[in-house]
């Protein structure tokens, strides 16, 4: 029974890592708490309770208010929390997760290209979806194959609501993931090919993510190739990743903008980018 009990909390230690970075620390701190909880009371669903209370509220303390500061001289700052200078979470489980973080030039390119969109698109809002975790290179961002040093910081395509053609701030997707603009008859489909090259996980988040929303957005052709087009054109950008049927659809010229390869997941429902 003992080995099982190490064992479980081994496993919620080590899930809690990976997901969040900090949560398997947090974790291993509650239960020590959990020592001077269980005094308070003798009935077990109350020290449950205690238990789960003293987690939640050490991970919000630690993630709002002790990693950013403990990120900052190590290279990484957090992206904005709500909207700010035009540039915000699409959901803010990115930030509760600690996905939020970025080189302190890659947010400010972030929010200069915000603005200027809205500039351009007046009312328009970027939506990001993950970057990196706050804490060490190498460590991976699952599930992502990169996003492992500061540089990278995925982003929501921008729509249109499907009813009234006006542009929207919203997406078809909770994750910003999953819900794919489709290669058209006459252009390259790049998903039925990596498919086809045994490449299983190419499209697998369209099958376990909702589509239910999928119809209430149309793809906005002029204000993603605009968002493209302005993170191209910042020196201190070095690749940026999109389906290759829609960089030839919205007629994207820049070398910078390329093929992610078939050993990723697609990327017509998202766009990635990454410093030199």
């Not at 509650?30 to 077990?44: E, M």
């Not at 959901?91 to 603005?115: I, K, P, W």
Request: glycine share 6%; with cysteine; aromatic share 14%.
């Amino acid at each position: 029974m003992q080995f099982l009990k190490w064992a479980w909390a081994l496993f919620v230690f080590l899930f809690l890592t990976a997901v969040t970075q900090i949560g398997g620390v947090i974790y291993w701190l509650s239960l020590f708490l959990g020592r001077w909880t269980d005094t308070l009371s003798k009935k077990r669903w109350i020290r449950a309770v205690y238990r789960l209370a003293s987690f939640f509220i050490l991970y919000g303390l630690a993630t709002f208010l002790l990693v950013p500061l403990l990120a900052r001289p190590l290279g990484r700052v957090p992206l904005p929390l709500r909207e700010t200078h035009s540039l915000q979470p699409l959901n803010g489980m990115s930030c509760l997760l600690n996905r939020h973080y970025v080189r302190a030039d890659l947010r400010q390119t972030a929010f200069a290209v915000a603005e200027q969109m809205n500039e351009r698109f007046p009312e328009t809002k970027i939506n990001y979806l993950d970057a990196n975790f706050p804490f060490f290179n190498g460590f991976p961002l699952l599930p992502h194959l990169s996003h492992n040093d500061g540089k990278k910081l995925d982003l929501a395509f921008c729509y249109r609501d499907s009813k009234t053609g006006e542009a929207s701030n919203g997406s078809p997707s909770f994750s910003g993931y999953g819900v794919c603009e489709e290669a058209r008859a006459e252009e390259k489909n790049t998903a039925d090919f990596c498919a086809q090259e045994g490449y299983w996980q190419y499209s697998i988040l369209t099958k376990i993510l909702s589509q239910s929303k999928k119809a209430d957005y149309v793809f906005d052709a002029e204000r993603t190739k605009a968002l493209v087009e302005l993170y191209a054109s910042d020196p201190k950008v070095g690749k940026i990743f999109i389906e290759p049927h829609l960089k030839s659809r919205l007629g994207l010229n820049s070398d910078k903008v390329r093929f992610h390869g078939c050993g990723a997941v697609r990327h017509d429902d998202h766009i990635h980018v990454q410093l030199k």
